[in-house]
């Protein structure tokens, strides 16, 4: 008997999928998609009943090991086989959702601490303002500022610069 091989039979379309298209654009692929249903209808196509699996299920893989082996002559999986196949995979998803849970965590410590990096370098700038009050320097600094948060709260001007800054205002 020949090596099984997977196909690519069907075209599957999810129907949350569709809900994320505009309106317009939702509108004008159901239309096609009855447009192909009545198509097919007229040649006679029998209608299908379908059960899909995507493959970051836990089943998705045994359910291919069941049809392989149907296909190839092999016995049908054993309750033991199967649910060995499901546990494996379900601990593949929990890894997963593990690590997914670390990297968040490991994101959200090094955004609190560039946050904590940007209000240093605020203050510094601030500091260096007063400490200096060298005007180019201090553009320099307030364009360099700008460019690393942009959300920065705007202070008055202190007044004590002539470029109307609003970094080193005393709120």
Known sequence: ???FQREDRYIVIKRSDLDKMSPLDRDVALSNLEHVAALLFGWNAPERKCLVIESDWPEY???WQMI???MTGQPPVTAAEELDAVLHWRGKHAQVIRERA???SDLNERDQRVD???EIAQTLTVQLHEALGNTEYHEDCIRDLAALNPTLKPHTCCGSCPAGCTIG???
């Open 1 to 3: 008997m020949s090596e």
């Open 61 to 63: 893989e045994p359910a």
């Open 68 to 70: 392989e082996r149907r």
């Open 102 to 104: 670390a990297l968040q």
């Open 116 to 118: 904590e990096l940007l």
């Open 169 to 171: 205002a005393k709120p």
